[in-house]
């Protein structure tokens, strides 16, 4: 069966950010709005689309920097608060940019960007879609089918070289679930999902294709002797980057 998806035209940025997870909050090098990634409409790279920084962020608030109208020195900070998605379990999210395509609903065949980074482990980056390539080096969405627990691992877009699509009944954590259902195509949005939202089992996607990354993963998240002391509510709290390419009813 071929089943083709209609791109959202892709992001880019070429700028370097450096992330800090410390343990009660989250910090990075933010540029001024007229450097940011998600604020620039020129671009010379696509690697770094979900990489938006944050100056200061708990699991509640955000502080963005904005340059002062007035000097290109100085800046003012702003902050955002993430909201708590309904009927989530706890899942809050940021809007880094509202899409302008419709809405998913169950049933529909969903493609996304990510970046996902793990909390306890100082913001670990341990997988993003960037890194998975087709032969010509392109990197390849992560596609299901929303509320279902279906995967597609291959899948036709004219520019990845119509491949076919693969489905398998595999469990998607129901915190991307929920992040895509309050999401538009192409819209950006970054999300703090919660352990009871997260990884449940060692088989749910998405996951590290490298099979010691994902060992690092799955120690970390369920390390029995960590949680015996009590960790457990920030060993599986996960932060991914999201942006919806596409769906297909």
């Not at 915190?175 to 538009?184: C, N, Q, W």
């Not at 990884?199 to 002797?225: A, G, K, M, V």
């Amino acid at each position: 069966m071929i089943q083709c998806f209609a791109s959202a035209p892709p992001l880019h940025a070429s700028h370097h950010h450096s992330l800090h997870f410390l343990p009660s909050k989250i910090t990075a090098t933010l540029p001024s709005s007229s450097s940011s990634p998600f604020l620039s409409t020129t671009t010379t790279s696509r690697r770094a689309v979900l990489s938006f920084p944050i100056i200061t962020t708990t699991l509640s608030a955000l502080t963005l920097p904005f340059s002062s109208p007035t000097s290109s020195n100085a800046a003012s900070a702003a902050t955002v608060e993430l909201s708590k998605l309904p009927n989530s379990g706890g899942v809050k999210a940021l809007d880094l940019r509202t899409g302008s395509g419709p809405v998913p609903v169950n049933g529909d065949q969903v493609a996304i960007h990510y970046y996902g980074r793990l909390a306890a482990k100082q913001g670990w980056r341990f997988d993003s879609t960037y890194d998975h390539k087709d032969g010509s080096g392109e990197p390849i969405p992560f596609v299901f089918t929303l509320g279902s627990g279906k995967v597609a691992k291959s899948f036709c877009v004219p520019k990845y070289h119509n491949m076919i699509v693969g489905i398998l009944a595999i469990v998607v954590i129901t915190g991307i679930e929920a992040a895509v259902r309050s999401m538009k195509v192409g819209g950006i949005c970054r999300v703090v999902i919660p352990p009871s939202q997260g990884y449940q089992n060692t088989s749910q996607e998405p996951l590290p294709p490298n099979f010691f990354d994902r060992q690092r993963l799955f120690t970390t998240i369920f390390n029995p002797t960590r949680l015996a002391n009590g960790e457990g509510s920030t060993l599986g709290t996960l932060i991914f980057d999201i942006e919806l390419v596409s769906l297909r009813h």
